[in-house]
């Protein structure tokens, strides 16, 4: 990952991994249906090596649905806007047995996305021994477009 | 917010508002108390304005709780780590009838934590005429001493 403060040595210790995606010209209908966007991030979630153990979805008046998953190792949500063929996810992870970039090809290909954008922050940073924290998050920025998922 | 690519036009529709916030020297004991945290993080929720539909905790053994209020606006969601003092918070926002700086007062002051970070994100930008969409994510950046929350 590519700092955003650009420091000269990496950090020793980073406790969580925060994908952040834009999924821009998604596919009609399925931003608007709660059970197709409930069973995608489930199987999202558990092709990231995630475990699942509690969905939340609610579906808003006149469109646009809203879910969480609850993982072991953290969470992943969803927030669509359908008007704008348009979905905001983002997947926190910790620990080294997750492979979020998975998740995020699996989602892309789901959504009928025609191209995002991946935002990835180190959460949590530790310099040095334990106890001495850093304040900068640190992120990389990617944009993949039509073929490039 | 300071865009990350240095747009020379500001985008026209910015759809929801995400802050990432870093809690770190926060203070002992609370971060692995589940009931406190919940209470904390609704708390939370209605100082910003927003309005909390389901609260959903889970605390790890041998530490650790993880958190996630689901809102009508969208969503806010912890996850601690005791034994580093810190706790990583994120709080999605969409509309214009809530303030989740207010919540990260409460919140700062509530963990007892020394020091934050805060970076914030505009999330699915459309520019110019609605469904041509941006692909950058925008954001700033910003550190929190004592007595600067």
């Known amino acids: 990952m590519q700092s955003l403060s650009a420091p000269t040595s990496p950090p020793s210790t980073v406790l969580g991994q925060h994908l952040i995606a834009e999924y821009y010209g998604c596919a009609p209908g399925v931003l608007d249906d709660l059970e197709a966007l409930k069973e995608m991030m489930?199987?999202?979630a558990q092709k990231a090596g995630a475990t699942p153990v509690k969905a939340?979805?609610?579906?808003?008046?006149?469109?646009?649905?809203s879910g969480v998953v609850i993982i072991a190792e953290s969470h992943l949500t969803i927030h669509t806007w359908p008007e704008y063929a348009y979905a905001a996810i983002d997947f926190f992870t910790c620990g080294h047995s997750t492979y979020p970039m998975r998740a995020h090809e699996f989602l892309?290909?789901?959504l009928g996305s025609s191209h995002s954008h991946l935002l990835t922050l180190a959460r949590g940073i530790f310099d040095g021994?334990?106890?001495a924290s850093g304040t900068e998050?640190?992120?990389s920025a990617r944009d993949y477009g039509p073929g490039k998922t």
């Open 129 to 131: 021994e334990k106890g």
């Open 42 to 44: 489930l199987a999202a």
């Open 137 to 139: 998050a640190s992120g």
């Open 108 to 110: 892309s290909q789901a």
């Open 56 to 65: 939340e979805f609610h579906r808003f008046m006149p469109q646009g649905v």
